[in-house]
């Protein structure tokens, strides 16, 4: 999904890759970045500018110093959510979270760990959505996070053919029981009330994370990791 330094990035847009979005070192003093940076902008490719800290952290290869360029292949940040619908994939949804740090959490793993969306169902105003996109580190540039209700987004989605998968501890089913490729939505729920009834029945499935101590519960932040990295196991073919 990420295609790494001058090279990979020019050999991608020759090849008529899917490219969506242009990270680029500020104040750069190569020729050759300017001149992908022109080509890019005539085809229509969205350019951001970060610091060499943005390039080096959101790098994947840094064997040969830190890349001036990375190019974002495939995802659409500024899809809306019948166009992500319509390309497939894995969306998460956070029904009802409160906390813009575990939001700001979530959507860095959902990226990460190759998710095509973040929906967030929760009452939260700009300040605060500000606040979660902060604690993403960023990586709500990088995918579409939508903020919009959970249960109008789950019937529509089913409508594409969807299946929903809930994260809740009334479930029977361990994540590496469950099939998580294809076309499905990941639910967690709020770190107070969990999954909604309403959302909940939605569901096709219920996964229960395991849980062996004596606190009875995970912060939302920990089932949502636990499950997309069986589901990027699964949907890699490992």
Not at 5 to 21: F, H, N, P, R, Y
Not at 84 to 89: I, Q, W
Not at 105 to 120: H, K, Y
Request: net charge negative.
């Amino acid at each position: 999904m990420q295609k790494c330094g001058a090279v990979e990035v020019l050999q991608a847009m020759d090849e008529g890759e899917k490219i969506t979005l242009i990270l680029v070192k500020r104040d750069h003093n190569s020729a050759k970045i300017t001149n992908l940076v022109r080509q890019a902008e005539s085809l229509g490719i969205r350019v951001i500018e970060g610091s060499q800290n943005d390039l080096w952290r959101m790098s994947r290869d840094n064997s040969q110093g830190t890349p001036e360029i990375l190019a974002l292949v495939g995802r659409d940040p500024l899809a809306n959510f019948e166009d992500v619908l319509k390309s497939g994939g894995l969306i998460w949804l956070l029904d009802g979270a409160k906390y813009p740090v575990n939001i700001g959490f979530c959507i860095r793993t959902a990226e990460v760990s190759g998710a095509d969306a973040v929906i967030v169902n929760g009452e939260l105003n700009n300040e605060e959505r500000s606040a979660a996109k902060r604690a993403s580190m960023k990586a709500h540039r990088f995918l579409p996070v939508l903020w919009q209700d959970a249960a109008s987004s789950i019937e529509l989605a089913k409508s594409f053919g969807f299946r929903i998968i809930a994260l809740e501890d009334v479930g029977e089913s361990n994540p590496w029981d469950v099939d998580l490729t294809g076309n499905v939505i990941l639910i967690v729920g709020g770190e107070r009330e969990g999954i909604s009834s309403e959302v909940l029945q939605l569901a096709d499935e219920i996964i229960r994370i395991p849980m062996t101590g004596f606190v009875p519960s995970f912060n939302l932040q920990a089932p949502l990791s636990a499950v997309a990295i069986e589901a990027q196991r699964q949907r890699s073919g490992n």
